[in-house]
């Protein structure tokens, strides 16, 4: 699976942080929280669980900074509330 690095405001795949290959974007709702806003995988690239290893990263992420996560992007919010290792910092 491809190296994901983390960008401002960003976690992706790719040698460019301003054209990846695959990126998760979040805001910061507020110092506690952080909003999942877009995940964009190409169709080429779909089916590697890419998208899911962005959620994860932005769920460590939170985790490592105490903060919670939402999510207005339809993709994230699906992947973590369908996974129970996730919830721990989920606020839907």
Not at 10 to 15: A, I, N, S, V
Not at 16 to 34: G, K, L, M, R, S
Not at 64 to 91: L, M, R, W
Request: net charge negative.
């Amino acid at each position: 699976m491809a190296e994901i690095k983390q960008g401002d405001h960003k976690f992706y795949t790719g040698e460019d942080e301003n054209n990846p290959e695959t990126v998760i974007t979040y805001n910061d709702v507020n110092d506690d929280q952080i909003e999942i806003n877009h995940t964009g995988v190409p169709s080429e690239m779909g089916g590697q669980g890419l998208g899911t290893a962005l959620v994860e990263a932005v769920v460590n992420y939170a985790r490592d900074n105490g903060k919670k996560v939402s999510a207005t992007c339809p993709f994230a919010a699906k992947v973590i509330e369908k996974h129970p290792e996730f919830q721990d910092v989920y606020k839907g």
